[in-house]
């Protein structure tokens, strides 16, 4: 079997349970810059480059993989959210890219591997994030042509750090966060163009955010535009991730998964933060609200994202540990087009 059908055999069999956010995990360990930075001469401060902590400081971030593994997690993600060129230029560090991405897999791998039983194996995903530029949208409100990257040059940062990730060993690649689709799309190519090298499967995963209650990205695709825009892609998963809490996740997730004939992931914020930029859902508060999107067969997996812990986790996996899996809707034969909202065309 590929490790795509066995990722989809785990998940007819029960809700599998993804990790939790790593930021929060790292800045609860209050590094200083020089725990950040380690003994490479970089040119800026490095304190808030988690990713760079793959390199200089990897027992912070295997601890924190073991704990989500520890908590029941059957997915764990790298640590790679901003290591992409683009995003470690602001910090003076895009020349270490292939060396954090590389690092960051055998990381997660090797806790993985340590954890894992025949009964329950565990997976690894290559986390991809959004880039800090965006392909939409112009930067300069003067100037709504103008934009600050292209498609050829996102796609080629984002093949840089697929082929490090795979090269450290990861199963899937995890494109999140998404803001803007067309970023998206460019990842999606970035990874069918590796698959294609490798001569071998290289599963996606595809996980969209919301920036508003409506059900839009920054964009402007809403969840079922959005599923139109990359199923040709053919995901092993697609998703929602990030946003808001899991209350107000729950009616865009519902859209989404009555539509998508992949498996649906989602992985909530624990709330909303504070006026601190602090996350105060507690662990059995996130869980009581996955129970609903449980109820209503909404979910193949769940995690979680900003504010989570590995109690978080736990808490999550006590509510989906006897819970019947989402069962997926036939694939849509009709042609389905997006523009910022779907359109279908049917005879």
């Not at 690894?124 to 709504?144: E, F």
């Not at 590796?194 to 920036?211: F, H, K, N, Q, Y």
């Not at 964009?219 to 079922?224: R, Y």
Request: with cysteine; charged share 20%; aromatic share 6%.
């Amino acid at each position: 079997m590929s490790i795509a059908s066995d990722f989809r055999a785990a998940a007819a069999q029960r809700i599998l349970v993804k990790d939790g956010a790593f930021g929060t995990a790292i800045q609860r360990a209050r590094l200083d810059e020089v725990e950040y930075r380690g003994s490479l001469d970089l040119p800026k401060d490095q304190k808030g480059n988690n990713d760079l902590l793959n390199l200089t400081n990897s027992s912070v971030i295997n601890r924190i993989a073991e704990e989500y593994a520890l908590a029941g997690a059957d997915l764990l993600a790298t640590n790679t959210f901003n290591a992409n060129r683009i995003s470690q230029a602001d910090y003076g560090a895009e020349h270490l890219v292939r060396e954090m991405n590389v690092a960051a897999a055998r990381i997660i791998r090797e806790v993985a591997d340590r954890h894992k039983t025949a009964e329950r194996p565990i997976f690894v995903a290559g986390a991809l994030g959004p880039t800090n530029k965006t392909l939409s949208l112009s930067p300069d409100v003067n100037d709504p042509a103008f934009r600050e990257v292209d498609y050829d040059e996102v796609k080629s940062v984002y093949r840089e750090q697929i082929d490090a990730l795979v090269e450290g060993g990861v199963d899937f690649v995890l494109i999140e966060t998404v803001f803007d689709t067309l970023n998206c799309k460019a990842a999606i190519m970035a990874a069918l163009e590796a698959e294609a090298d490798l001569g071998r499967e290289l599963p996606i995963m595809v996980s969209m955010t919301l920036t508003d209650l409506s059900g839009r990205n920054l964009s402007g695709h809403t969840v079922e535009a959005f599923w139109a825009s990359v199923r040709h892609a053919r995901p092993l998963t697609i998703g929602l991730n990030c946003s808001f809490g899991a209350a107000q996740l729950r009616p865009h997730l519902a859209a989404l998964a009555s539509e998508a004939d992949a498996l649906v992931m989602a992985y909530p914020n624990a709330g909303l933060p504070n006026d601190l930029g602090e996350y105060d859902e507690a662990a059995e508060q996130t869980a009581a609200q996955v129970a609903e999107w449980v109820a209503e067969g909404l979910i193949n997996i769940v995690g979680g994202c900003c504010g989570t812990t590995a109690q978080h986790i736990a808490a999550i996996g006590r509510v989906v540990a006897d819970a019947i899996p989402r069962s997926r809707p036939s694939a849509n034969k009709h042609t389905l087009l997006a523009g910022l909202e779907p359109m279908e065309l049917a005879a």
